[in-house]
T-cell receptor
Framework: SAVISQKPSRDICQRGTSLTIQCQVD?????MFWYRQQPGQSLTLIAT?????????ESGFVIDKFPISRPNLTFSTLTVSNMSPEDSSIYLC????????????FGPGTRLTVL | AQSVSQHNHHVILSEAASLELGCNYS??????LFWYVQYPGQHLQLLLK??????LVKGIKGFEAEFIKSKFSFNLRKPSVQWSDTAEYFC?????????FGSGTRLQVQP
């Protein structure tokens, strides 16, 4: 199983600022994903980030708000831009080698509070 | 599109009671099914998974789930719960896309 770490583990930010969350996987993986878990809610997929291609965003999420980088097979970043209190959530990174045969593993999450 | 429904939002049980959490999915093709657990203050962990083969799968901590294709269901069971099973349980499905999660079931086990 993959071991995933995220930085920072939590942060408190001011409205209008941006935060970049880092995700590191301990092995090379084809697919990385970013999810959001709003307070008391389930996980919602933000985007899929495959190395060497542009991230694919789900409905309701746009690149200008959540730019993603995937510079290599073990690392990805998610930026939450121009934050508002509605962005207060836990942001989770996930990885898988291949969807039909592999399990998605999750990082510990980044708890973001926007004031 | 793939989707998941969890019918039990909040379940309260006494220790030693039996547990069954419902999960139904919607997807037209071959699916992989998962149950994840999130203990208070901890991150998401895999409880069990189904890819193919025996539709009755066993996971960690005495949990099991049965895939019933005709009912599009993947219910989670445990014959005797413990206080330490208090957590949020998520059913999830993947076909050819990233995992789609159900709304989650909060399980509270009373000593």
């Amino acid at each position: 199983s993959a071991v995933i770490s995220q930085k920072p583990s939590r942060d408190i930010c001011q409205r209008g600022t941006s935060l970049t969350i880092q995700c590191q996987v301990d092995s090379q993986v084809t697919m990385m994903f970013w999810y959001r878990q709003q307070p008391g809610q389930s996980l919602t997929l933000i985007a899929t980030a495959n190395q060497g291609s542009e991230a694919t965003y789900e409905s309701g999420f746009v690149i200008d708000k959540f730019p993603i980088s995937r510079p290599n097979l073990t690392f990805s970043t998610l930026t939450v831009s121009n934050m508002s209190p509605e962005d207060s959530s836990i942001y989770l990174c996930s990885s898988a080698r291949e969807l039909s045969t592999d399990t998605q593993y999750f990082g510990p999450g980044t708890r973001l509070t926007v004031l | 599109a793939q989707s998941v429904s969890q019918h039990n939002h909040h379940v309260i049980l006494s220790e030693a009671a039996s547990l069954e959490l419902g999960c139904n999915y919607s997807y037209g093709g071959t699916v992989n099914l998962f149950w994840y657990v999130q203990y208070p203050g901890q991150h998401l962990q895999l409880l069990l998974k189904y890819f193919s083969g025996d539709p009755l799968v066993k996971g960690i901590k005495g949990f099991e789930a049965e895939f019933i294709k005709s009912k599009f269901s993947f219910n989670l069971r445990k014959p005797s719960v413990q206080w330490s099973d208090t957590a949020e349980y998520f059913c999830a499905v993947t076909g050819r896309r990233a995992l789609t999660f159900g709304s989650g079931t909060r399980l509270q086990v009373q000593p």
